[in-house]
C-alpha cells in the first residue's frame, strides 16, 4: 500500500473513532470536537514525513489553514475570558 494510502485511511479511522467518542461522551461543543480533530490530523501529518514535496507542500497549506481556525478558537475564549472579569 502507497504511504500516502496509508495517510489517507489513518486519517479517516482517526477522525471516525474521535467523532464516535465525541458522541458517546455527549459533547456538542464544536470549538471543542474542531480542536480535537485539527490536533489529530497535525500529529498524523507530521508521523509521515516521508511524502513528496508537492504533497508536503499541499499539507502545509492544509495545516495553515486548519491552524488559523485554531487560532481563532483561541483569540475567541480568550476574549470570552477577559470579558468576564
Given at each position: 500500500?502507497?504511504?500516502?494510502?496509508?495517510?489517507l485511511?489513518?486519517?479517516?479511522?482517526?477522525?471516525?473513532?474521535?467523532?464516535?467518542?465525541?458522541?458517546?461522551?455527549?459533547?456538542?461543543?464544536?470549538?471543542v470536537c474542531?480542536?480535537?480533530?485539527?490536533?489529530?490530523?497535525?500529529?498524523?501529518?507530521?508521523?509521515?514525513?516521508?511524502?513528496?514535496?508537492?504533497?508536503?507542500?499541499?499539507?502545509?497549506?492544509?495545516?495553515?489553514?486548519?491552524?488559523?481556525?485554531?487560532?481563532?478558537?483561541?483569540?475567541?475564549?480568550?476574549?470570552?475570558?477577559?470579558?468576564?472579569?
Amino acid at each position: 500500500m502507497r504511504i500516502f494510502n496509508r495517510y489517507l485511511l489513518l486519517l479517516v479511522l482517526t477522525s471516525c473513532l474521535i467523532n464516535i467518542i465525541l458522541a458517546f461522551t455527549g459533547q456538542t461543543d464544536i470549538e471543542v470536537c474542531f480542536t480535537i480533530l485539527v490536533i489529530a490530523f497535525l500529529i498524523i501529518t507530521m508521523l509521515f514525513v516521508y511524502f513528496n514535496p508537492k504533497t508536503r507542500q499541499a499539507l502545509s497549506l492544509v495545516s495553515i489553514v486548519f491552524l488559523s481556525g485554531f487560532m481563532v478558537i483561541v483569540a475567541l475564549k480568550i476574549i470570552e475570558v477577559m470579558g468576564q472579569k
